[in-house]
């Protein structure tokens, strides 16, 4: 399925608005400060098909974990249409391929919270793909340590605003630091680091960029 | 995508012959001594759709885990042909519907440990469905814990086959408990209780029948 034949309108991650404007296969990034201001988390969104979406990280927990989600919001992979099932996991493999390349991995892991009682934290269907490479959690318990970080910070647009609301308070004095990657993140979500907007924005345009080299299948 | 129109021949998960013949839905589950010989392991397989299969766990993490796999035996999602991709995710929504109604479950955890770095174990593609229900691992770690419980032993088939002939050889002195599902197993795989060919079968022909009962798309 390709994101080239795309239909404008709104995007919303659960109760959060990420797009305002699409064009081609992926976003004006450079939006006027109206639709800013209506779409203040359309930054995250770096790849649009007509029935989904792809959005980087607050905080990932490697280099390149990323979601992918159907554009109509509903909690449960059951409440899909066939056609939204089929565009949602066509994406998720082709993004799958492009963020493997791109950050350099040999594997994927890829993770749906289907319903509250999986830990989904959103009410909004999202696969989780995660790049891995070899020996890559060694230090933090092994390959499947990677599922222990998986609760639920993905998703929290909520806490996105409000630190990213903290991050601006700090702009003035922020280092380096706090715009660079920081390695591999701790298993703790809060020990793992915010990334600034600019940070998350070179990201989505950068993988953006590198979806339009990946064939179509 | 249906399960009705089935095409014959053998279908291997990873190296091990899981089906001799199909029929209709669902298998033939009363093989002739040759076919068994042939295919050991047919009774773990309960759904055959054009280009999937679905097959029951030896040691489930929670009651109703369930695999399913592409026919073709390839090691990566992104080896699939879109058609694979299609009916491989249309079939593992449509389990999930039926593993979350049958085991009375609220969620679902929907996992693909996407190649040797990701934790696979089998080199043959294949998602963990396994049904949630609130609280059900509260006394084992929380929610999340299903994760840690993700770690290879769902696919090895060798060690089935060699935990099977142990049963055997112990079946003379088979107690019921070694009949009944354990509950919530333990986290360690090792301490999770093997199941019999006779229960696995008993399950795989009830799930089986309830597929039959799933609405088509």
């Given amino acids: 399925m390709s994101g080239a034949a795309l239909s404008k309108g709104p995007i919303f991650f659960g109760p959060f608005l990420v797009t305002s404007q699409v064009c081609g296969r992926h976003l004006f990034f450079s939006l006027t400060p109206f639709l800013v201001r209506m779409s203040p988390l359309s930054f995250l969104v770096f790849y649009i098909t007509p029935l989904s979406f792809a959005l980087v990280n607050l ?3 490697l280099p390149g974990h990323v979601l992918v989600s159907p554009r109509r919001c509903v909690p449960r992979v059951a409440d899909l249409t066939p056609a939204e099932t089929v565009d949602l996991f066509l994406t998720v493999r082709r993004i799958g391929r492009m963020v493997e ?3 350099g991995a040999s594997s994927l892991n890829i993770a749906i919270q289907d319903g509250l009682d999986a830990g989904q ?3 909004h269907v ?3 793909l995660i790049p891995r490479r070899g020996a890559d959690l060694d230090a933090r318990g092994g390959t499947d340590a990677i599922y222990s970080m998986l609760d639920g910070d993905e998703g929290d647009l909520g806490r996105i605003h409000r630190e ?3 991050e601006e308070k700090r702009a003035t004095k922020m280092t ?4 660079r990657r920081s390695g591999f993140p701790a298993v703790d979500n809060d020990r793992r680091v915010a990334r600034s907007e600019g940070e998350m924005t070179h990201e989505a345009e950068m993988l953006a960029r590198e979806m339009e080299k990946e064939p179509e299948d």
Avoid: D, G, L
């Fill in 59 to 61: 905080k990932p927990i």
């Fill in 101 to 103: 390349r791109v950050f």
């Fill in 121 to 123: 934290s959103v009410p």
């Fill in 126 to 128: 999202h696969a989780h």
């Fill in 164 to 166: 990213m609301e903290s």
């Fill in 176 to 179: 380096p630091s706090n715009h």
